[in-house]
């Protein structure tokens, strides 16, 4: 077997594990903050898929596009999860830049 | 049916649970869900344009990857309020 074959196949089995263990992450979970935490895991599986797309087909169209498509959902996986992050804390307890005003006003003389 | 459909396929039956969350549990629980079937459909159409060798199927995985992260934003700054 030819060694690119073996090291994209390993890649998959590894990307694949990370996302189906985003999901039985998320099933898992009860809390929402809990659960939180496998949205930034799953993007890793993507990438690990990706690259073991570029070990198969080299840079081709497919294996740029592919790899380009990894490391969007990389980079922009914690940008989702701080930005649900802060919605739910504002649902939950209001905005906090209000209650800062205020402390503000409160000290001033 | 090559290694890379079979991931697809059961990367598809993934998506499952996260309807079902989106489904049945309360709306910020619903948005995770949304959030990771984006990324789950991105890996699913790299997987489908390299098992088919079919380049278009990529194209459509570049267009989806940026436009489930800026729906899951917009869902997210709309949740700030009780809807």
Same mark, same amino acid.
């Given at each position: ?19 189906? $263990? ?14 939180? !935490? ?29 790899? $380009? ?5 990389? $980079? ?5 999860? !701080? ?5 739910? $804390?504002?649902?939950? !307890? ?16 | ?83």
């Amino acid at each position: 077997m030819n060694w690119r074959i073996l090291v994209a196949t390993v890649l998959l089995v590894a990307g694949g594990m990370i996302e189906l $263990l985003a999901v039985v992450g998320l099933c898992a979970m009860r809390d929402l903050y809990d659960r939180m !935490h496998f949205v930034g895991l799953i993007g890793y599986g993507a990438l690990l898929i990706a690259v073991a797309i570029v070990f198969r087909e080299s840079f081709s169209l497919i294996g740029d596009k592919a790899l $380009l498509v990894g490391v969007v959902l990389v $980079l922009t996986g914690p940008v989702l999860v !701080h930005t649900t992050m802060r919605s739910m $804390l504002i649902r939950a !307890h209001g905005d906090w830049r209000a209650a800062i005003e205020r402390a503000r006003k409160d000290d001033s003389p | 049916m090559n290694e890379w459909l079979i991931a697809a396929t059961v990367l598809g039956f993934a998506l499952i649970p996260c309807l079902v969350l989106a489904l049945v549990s309360p709306a910020p629980h619903g948005l995770l869900g949304l959030e990771i079937a984006g990324v789950l459909v991105s890996t699913i159409l790299m997987l489908l344009s390299e098992g088919f060798h079919r380049q278009p199927f990529i194209d459509l995985a570049v267009v989806l990857a940026p436009m489930a992260l800026v729906g899951s934003l917009a869902f997210a700054r709309l949740m700030e309020r009780q809807l």
